[in-house]
């Protein structure tokens, strides 16, 4: 059991940092739209807009819930066995 709260921990985390990561690049690619002229950089902001609410919302959240909850996981099953 403790194996797989630790492979899931692990799969959590990865994922988090790499939807973190992309995130920020996407910030960047926000920014650089801004230097656009007019109708590319609506369109532009729009798209960028929508894609980073979905990485946040679909990749970030529950990826960090996963990596909390079995992080807490493990510590509990580790402290109920008395073992490390």
């Given at each position: 059991m403790l194996l797989?709260?630790?492979?899931?921990?692990i799969?959590?985390?990865?994922?988090?940092?790499?939807?973190m990561f992309y995130l920020v690049r996407m910030?960047?690619?926000?920014?650089?739209a801004q230097d656009d002229e007019q109708p590319k950089r609506?369109?532009?902001?729009q798209q960028f807009n929508r894609m980073e609410w979905r990485v946040y919302k679909i990749i970030?959240?529950?990826?960090?819930?996963?990596?909390w909850i079995?992080?807490?996981?493990?510590?509990?099953?580790?402290?109920?066995?008395?073992s490390r």
């Amino acid at each position: 059991m403790l194996l797989l709260f630790k492979s899931l921990h692990i799969v959590g985390f990865v994922a988090w940092f790499a939807g973190m990561f992309y995130l920020v690049r996407m910030f960047v690619y926000h920014r650089e739209a801004q230097d656009d002229e007019q109708p590319k950089r609506d369109i532009l902001t729009q798209q960028f807009n929508r894609m980073e609410w979905r990485v946040y919302k679909i990749i970030c959240n529950p990826a960090m819930m996963l990596t909390w909850i079995c992080g807490l996981a493990m510590l509990l099953y580790m402290d109920w066995n008395g073992s490390r």
